[in-house]
């Protein structure tokens, strides 16, 4: 396993490895709350739930970011007229986590560490906690982004349930995913934080999905193009 340039101690991710060991799910993943590279909290790893909705089970995974941050008392849910909304939990700045690290490992190798790139949800979570930078595992290495410029379009099976039941999204999955980009149009970040939206997120679809990037009156712009139809344009910074 490789660590790139991002001062983590080998103890940390050993530590993480065996957290997401304890998932129930194929899919094994775990996160913890960090300040100042180190451990500011308990590690957690993701968990099968079921909800259910008009009288049907859904599976549903408690992603391991959202089970470190409410578990560690970082951000909680109350129920106020029938509807769940977050409550971020009160701390001292000083010592309150501005960081969080998840990781994803195969279930072939615990050695290997998979994409752990955050979903649409697990980055509002952190972004209403005071979670200014996540750190995260792909290509066997750890990658860091800072949450104000992470552009994503990822969504678990549950929330795609969710967004097609109650915000129309499509059901097709190659419809859903254009309206997805569709939405972050006009979206503005830097080349750092798109390359890595471009190899890890959009790279990762089994799709033709082009993008141009170009630069004019000392503007940039990346347009995301698929089935010829330009989805989006980003704004570089």
């Known amino acids: 396993m490789e660590n790139s340039n991002i001062n983590i101690h080998p103890r940390i991710i050993e530590q993480l490895i065996n957290t997401a060991l304890d998932s129930g799910n194929r899919t094994m993943m775990a996160a913890v709350p960090m300040r100042n590279n180190k451990m500011n909290g308990l590690p957690y790893c993701n968990r099968q739930n079921r909800i259910y909705e008009d009288g049907e089970i859904i599976p ?3 992603h391991a970011e959202r089970e470190a941050l409410c578990r560690n008392n970082l951000i909680s849910f109350k129920i106020k007229n029938g509807k769940r909304k977050r409550k ?11 960081a969080i690290l998840v990781i994803r490992i195969s279930p072939d190798d615990s ?15 952190m972004k209403e906690c005071g979670i200014k930078k996540v ?3 792909a290509n066997n290495q750890i990658y860091m982004e800072n949450i104000s410029n992470m552009i994503s379009i990822k969504d678990s099976i549950f929330s795609r349930k969710i ?14 995913l254009k309206y997805s980009l569709r939405i972050i149009d006009n979206i503005v970040t830097d080349i750092y934080h798109l390359n890595l939206f471009i190899e890890l997120c959009i790279d990762s679809y089994d799709y033709d999905i082009t993008y141009i990037i170009r630069k004019k009156n000392n503007k940039k712009t990346c347009k995301i193009i698929m ?8 704004h570089i910074i």
């Open 227 to 234: 089935d010829d139809e330009i989805l989006c344009t980003i």
């Open 135 to 137: 750190y995260y595992s």
């Open 163 to 176: 967004f097609q039941n109650h915000h129309n999204y499509p059901t097709n999955f190659r419809d859903y």
């Open 88 to 98: 971020k939990a009160r701390g001292s700045m000083n010592t309150t986590p501005n």
């Open 111 to 125: 050695n290997i560490l998979l994409n752990a790139r955050p979903c649409r949800s697990c980055l509002e979570n």
């Open 60 to 62: 549903n995974c408690g």
